[in-house]
């Protein structure tokens, strides 16, 4: 295998980057990253690897937090406890890990896998599942591809652990799942079913650690020349302004395992006398100004702190602060008629027809 050694400071950038990608959700990285400073300390590194490098044969896991981001602020979870997942894989499919990736880049889910595999000693594949964060198991590119959707291991930092060792479909993985979690406290981590390395290389999202870094590079940059943080991302990234403005209020609650409520704000700036609300589900879903549909999944709609460039998520938006909502293309396998399935609006329970704002 090719691999390079991911730097400190990369993981660094990657957290902020993330948390970019996440759209709102995938939990904030800041604790992920504090357990990758400590790791770091004491003398791991970690490689990353092209999924291209991979044996057809390589058995690799597939790491994520699951449940509602606010609870997991609440209730610290360490870098033993993914690595525990992974383990708990190893033992019961009797096999060894070989690589690690992420099931989402977004938020602290693409920090997650360097904590797991500083652990197991093995590489990071840089790749993913979903191209960003998305709240449900089937929302992913190896769901699209319809790969095996079992088994799946959860436990939580108390010592809880369950494997769902068979289910008919994605669906059924992320409702089991999900009432596991629940039961947990609406937090825990868990190795997705695993994948081949051919899978990877077939279904997976490639690229996106890289995406996330450069992204978190880009914002650190013009954090430190005191340059504008937006447009240093939208200079590494197609993406587009959609709106700034203020927040004005915030409705939010916890149910079956996830976030769900609506941010409201007004306009400031070129937008002054406009109003936008954004649907979320742990993660961004449906954008609508002055009451119409203006961006929706899967496009990424961002939520940027308007000086620092820096993503809110939905578990820390707060009334005052002030922003920039930006769009991020969506990966291809999620524009397919099928990926429509999976994660366009209908699939959240809107009833829209999918209108990409790059149209």
Not at 164 to 170: A, H, T, Y
Not at 327 to 348: C, D, I, N, S, Y
Request: charged share 25%.
């Amino acid at each position: 295998m090719s691999k390079r050694e991911i730097t400190l400071d990369e993981i660094e950038s990657l957290a902020v980057g993330a948390w970019v990608l996440g759209t709102g959700g995938g939990g904030n990285p800041y604790l992920s990253l504090l357990n990758a400073r400590l790791l770091y300390k004491e003398g791991k590194r970690v490689q990353l690897i092209d999924a291209e490098d991979l044996a057809d044969d390589a058995y690799v896991a597939v790491i994520a937090g699951m449940g509602a981001p606010l609870v997991g602020i609440e209730r610290l979870t360490d870098h033993r406890v993914f690595a525990r997942a992974a383990r708990l894989m190893e033992e019961h499919t009797r096999r060894k890990f070989d690589a690690v990736m992420a099931m989402e880049i977004g938020g602290g889910n693409g920090v997650r896998p360097f904590l797991v595999a500083a652990n197991l000693g093995v590489p990071v594949v840089d790749s993913d599942t979903m191209g960003r964060a998305y709240p449900e198991a089937q929302m992913t590119s190896v769901a699209v591809g319809d790969l095996t959707p079992y088994p799946m291991t959860v436990v939580d930092v108390r010592g809880l652990e369950s494997v769902i060792d068979k289910v008919p479909s994605w669906k059924w993985v992320e409702r089991v799942g999900r009432k596991i979690v629940v039961e947990y406290g609406s937090t825990s981590s868990t190795c997705q079913p695993p994948r081949s390395g051919a899978e990877v290389k077939k279904w997976g999202i490639h690229g996106t650690t890289t995406k996330a870094i450069t992204i978190g590079h880009a914002v650190r940059e013009a954090q430190r020349t005191h340059a504008d943080p937006i447009a240093a991302i939208l200079a590494v990234e197609p993406g587009k302004v959609l709106f700034r403005g203020k927040v004005i209020d915030v409705e939010r609650r916890v149910t079956e395992g996830y976030l769900r409520g609506i941010a409201r704000f007004d306009g400031l700036d070129g937008d002054r006398g406009s109003r936008l609300e954004i649907n979320f589900q742990n993660e961004w879903i449906v954008a609508r100004r002055d009451g119409e549909p203006l961006a929706m999944s899967p496009d990424l709609i961002c939520v940027l702190d308007a000086v620092s460039g820096e993503a809110v998520g939905s578990e820390t938006i707060r009334y005052g602060q002030r922003v920039t909502v930006i769009a991020l293309p969506p990966p291809p396998v999620f524009l397919t008629p099928k990926g429509m399935e999976h994660v366009g609006p209908r699939a959240f329970g809107y009833d829209l027809d999918y209108t990409s704002v790059f149209a």
